[in-house]
Every structure is written in C-alpha cells, then in structure tokens.
C-alpha cells in the first residue's frame, strides 16, 4: 500500500502505538490501514465417488485444473460463496455436506475454505472462468496439471478419507 485510503497521502510503515505490528499510516491524517488475508471459497462437488474439477480460463494459471473456488464477496457466507463459486465456474449445483479444510496459504495472504458437496444433478457446464468442466475418479486426476497446491493438497486428503469414510476438518498451512 502506498496511499492512505482515507485521504489518499502517500503512508509510511511503521509499528502504531499498542500495536505489535507494522502497518500502513498517514502521518498526514493519522489513519491506519489494516490488511487482512483474503478469504477463497469453494466446494469439493462429488458425483458417484468423482470430483468435479474446472480447467482455468483466467490467470493465474490458465489452462490448469482446479476446484471451484474464488473470492468471498461482502454480506455473504462461506457457504453461500462457495455455492455462488461452484455455480459461477462449473455450472453446478450442490448439497454441501460441510466444512472440509481450511487452508492458510500464508505467501499470498489467502485463507481457503473448502467445503464437501455432493452435486445434485450429473448437469454442469463451464462458466465464463473455466475452458472445460468434467469429473474424475481419483486415478484420472491431472495431479501435474493442478493450478494451486492447496487443491492438490485437499484433494490427496479427499481420496484419503474416501477410503475410510471419515471426513474430518483439515487444517493446514502452505508456506
């Protein structure tokens, strides 16, 4: 940041009184400017023990496979952007059958929240971020065409607990 957003003066990063941290101030105004990580949400949506996944039609990572995943918008739920998501990108509706990671991706400011679903109708199509959409069974995954490694990594702890049936919520980092 290089500029108040209150009044627009260039800031100076410094550690505020009562604070631990360096943040954005203006020494014109006085206002303090927080950043905070971006919250990611998205669902893992299953047809008969597949995985949904779209192939990326934007950057970063254009051409590779994701989850469908993006930015939470303001006044709205995890859940209800994960759903947005999964519609916007993959033309799917799903029944989520709840929280199953959260992911610190801690070099670019992102906390991702992904959420089981079960798709309600074997319909999809692509969204205007997405060049195709399909389901795989876990052999089939493109692992080295995988956009993020946090999809990579919720993905291999996905077939995992298939496998045993217990879905578990994960949490981890990626630095």
Not at 17 to 46: F, K, L, S
Not at 124 to 129: D, I, M, Q, T
Request: glycine content about 8%; proline content about 7%.
């Amino acid at each position: 940041m290089r500029h108040c957003t209150a009044c627009g003066a260039p800031v100076v990063y410094r550690v505020p009184a009562g604070d631990t941290r360096p943040r954005a101030v203006c020494p014109h105004c006085g206002h303090i400017q927080y950043e905070n990580p971006r919250n990611i949400v998205g669902t893992i949506p299953v047809w008969e023990q597949q995985v949904l996944l779209c192939r990326r039609a934007i950057e970063p990572r254009y051409g590779l496979w994701t989850l469908p995943a993006g930015f939470m918008e303001l006044d709205e739920s995890t859940e209800g952007g994960a759903l947005r998501e999964t519609r916007e990108e993959a033309g799917a509706d799903v029944r989520l059958d709840g929280l199953y990671a959260v992911i610190n991706v801690l070099p670019a400011h992102q906390v991702y929240l992904f959420y089981r679903g079960q798709l309600t109708s074997p319909r999809w199509h692509p969204g205007e971020e997405s060049l195709e959409v399909r389901l795989f069974h876990e052999a089939e995954i493109p692992w080295d065409e995988l956009a993020f490694r946090s999809v990579a990594q919720t993905l291999k702890r996905y077939f995992a607990d298939l496998r045993t049936g217990h879905f578990p919520v994960h949490t981890f980092d990626i630095s």
